[in-house]
């Protein structure tokens, strides 16, 4: 239990000095519109989940099935190579992209480079931070990502206080972060023989990879059609992402966890469910107690940000269980026939996300999903896994299915 809650509580500090660092950008230069840089580049922030999972957590769990520990720093090493042409991409194209979310440029475009410029050192950093984790240097995991966070919150409020000048709080803000992240580089990277299967990779991580790259495509254009619908709306989703936002990282704790635990063989289905459970009626209960204390001062309309924040609480509610369930079938069960349910859920998602002419589109497809998806794992688990009264899933002997299961895998 107390694992879930110091990575948890990592993962939270994290995600709410970002928020804030958006939040005090837009206080301190007398411009609140900074402060919606967030929104502006809320969907690249999948494209790094992406990136992590495929190059990061995917050869992690890899090591620890295989006592293999080269094929770790491959990743980290290729991760940063992709990760710049990503991002270096965007950058580039950056006019294009704000134009796209419906912003102006002229006024975004500085501080949307430094918050780009961010992702990808936060990217860099995640992944120092991930082979920290799996390695059980869960101290050291937390140093490394809360010591990033607070360099990234400082530098910009403190530059932001003593000047004016855009570029400046940027190359304040970026060059502290490079000299952070390169000296923890430094610091875990060791010498190396390449190793990397891409294959392998993509079979541990595919649910997660496939997952985030239609949450890009989701949030990408089911907020550019939410927002169309009138700023009572666009406020009431912004303000709702902001509360949200840090949960949400926070109980990624619950699939992290999960991960961990299988690659270590000591899983416990019936105690992961039970902390799962606890550690979200605890963050649930942070986020409802800051949407009635902030909701006038962001002028939300009450009634429009409940609906919003309603559907978001019993999809907390749901992830206790799916996220439990998903992670396993995926390590456990079959990655192919887990990534199609997901791959297929997803697709459902960004279709309605796209389609739904409401400003609820976006939180009336992920509900949708989240107990479509929810059915069809719980279907899986009782089919062919049975719990044994220590609490741990156990395979039931299905002989013609496995022959089936394993002829499909291969």
Known sequence: MKRYFTISLTSFVFSVLNVMTYFMLGFITGNTAFSGIFSIVYPLQFAVSMLLSFFSSASNIRANKEENKNCV?????????????????????????????????????????????????SFVNNMISEKLYFENKDKQANLCNIGFILLNFLTVTISALITKIQLAILLTNLVVLLIYVVV?????????????????????????????????????????KAFSFGEEYYTAISFINLITDPLWDSLFVINKIAKI????????????????????????????ILFFSLFKIYNVILKIGIIYLSIQIADFIINIFKANLQTFLQLEY????????????????????????TPFNTDIAQITCGVLGLIIFMILRFKFYKLNPNGFLERKYIKKDDEKLKIFNE
Not at 106 to 118: E, N, V
Not at 334 to 357: D, G, H, M, Q
């Open 261 to 288: 635990d299988l690659s270590q063989a000591k899983y416990n289905y019936k105690k992961a469910l039970k902390y799962s459970a606890i550690i979200t009626i605890f963050y649930l209960t942070i986020g409802i």
């Open 334 to 357: 079959s990655p192919t026939i887990t990534t199609i349910i997901n791959l297929t859920v997803k697709a459902i998602r960004a279709l309605l996300s796209i389609f739904l002419a």
């Open 184 to 224: 923890w580089f430094a610091f875990t990277l060791k010498k190396l023989k390449f190793d990397f299967n891409i294959l392998k990779n993509f079979r541990y991580e595919s649910l997660t990879i496939v997952g985030e790259i239609f949450m890009l495509i989701i949030y990408l254009f089911g907020f550019r």
């Open 73 to 121: 720093d491959t990743g980290i090493i290729l991760g940063l190579i992709f990760g710049v042409i990503t991002f270096g991409l965007v950058s580039i194209f950056v006019d294009n992209y704000i134009t796209f979310m419906n912003m102006d440029a002229k006024i975004y475009k500085i501080f949307t480079l430094m918050a780009i410029g961010q992702l990808f050192l």
